[in-house]
């Protein structure tokens, strides 16, 4: 990858639906050369996909909450990831350093769907207790992978 990879991946960032000759114009390369460009970093998985990003208040899942998960002992990566896909509010899930063993993003529509997302969490054998904070307003969105 070089600084032109670079260059169009950011403005790929900004609108995945800029055309090639918008980012050949941007980056000094024609539509083709941004073509070839693109379709190599696809090849190579340099570039996982492309996807649209929903306003979760027209989605209608607009509550958001943070959540530190606790285990029981020594749970491995690989039984958090089972545990966790089988919710589907969990927007994100990491293990982390610290105290906590994981940190959960979860998006639901309301309160009591937060709720009833944690309690499918909590029941987990391995899960001990969780702690959460829930979203009041957004500062600062980046899309950074």
Partial sequence: MDNLDRNIIDLLRENSRASYGDIGSRVGLSASAVKRRIDRLVADGVIRGFTINVDPTIDGMSTEAYVELFCRGTVSPSELQRILSAVPEVADACTVSGSADAI??????????????????????????????????????????
């Fill in 104 to 145: 959960l993003r979860i998006r639901s529509r309301d309160i009591p769907s937060l709720e009833a997302a944690l309690e499918r969490v909590r029941v987990a054998p391995s899960v001990d207790h969780t702690r959460s904070a829930i979203v009041l307003s957004r500062l600062v969105h980046r899309e950074i992978e």
